[in-house]
Nanobody, 118 residues
Framework: AQLVESGGGLVQSGGSLRLSCTAS????????MSWFRQAPGKERELVAF????????NYTDSVKGRFTISRDNDKKTVSLQMNDLQAADTAVYFC????????????WGRGTQVTVSS
């Protein structure tokens, strides 16, 4: 199983980035997908979540109205559109997959760096 993130980079405050995560080696369409982030010296936190069928999505309060999570089960990708980025959004962003029907597998990507300059 593999998750590969892309799309990170350096952006000015107020700018936008779109992260993508491509999955392989497990049943993507039966997996709940999430984006987490970890800033230096801080714990990893859940940023956004989307159910296996896109029937439900949720966000941490600090990104609501600015970030949008989406998925394409045919292409086995999950994306995170990030608008109005702020310095506090600077972190390594990780893609996460979990079996949608209870306890089971969980996979992580290696992460992609997002840096927002103020």
């Amino acid at each position: 199983a593999q998750l590969v993130e892309s799309g990170g980079g350096l952006v000015q405050s107020g700018g936008s980035l779109r992260l993508s995560c491509t999955a392989s080696g497990f049943p993507f369409s039966r997996s709940d997908m999430s984006w987490f982030r970890q800033a230096p010296g801080k714990e990893r936190e859940l940023v956004a979540f989307i159910r296996y069928n896109s029937g439900f999505a949720n966000y941490t309060d600090s990104v609501k109205g600015r970030f949008t999570i989406s998925r394409d089960n045919d292409k086995k990708t999950v994306s995170l559109q990030m608008n109005d980025l702020q310095a506090a959004d600077t972190a390594v962003y990780f893609c996460n997959a979990r079996w949608a029907y209870g306890s089971g597998y969980e996979y992580w990507g290696r992460g992609t760096q997002v840096t927002v300059s103020s």
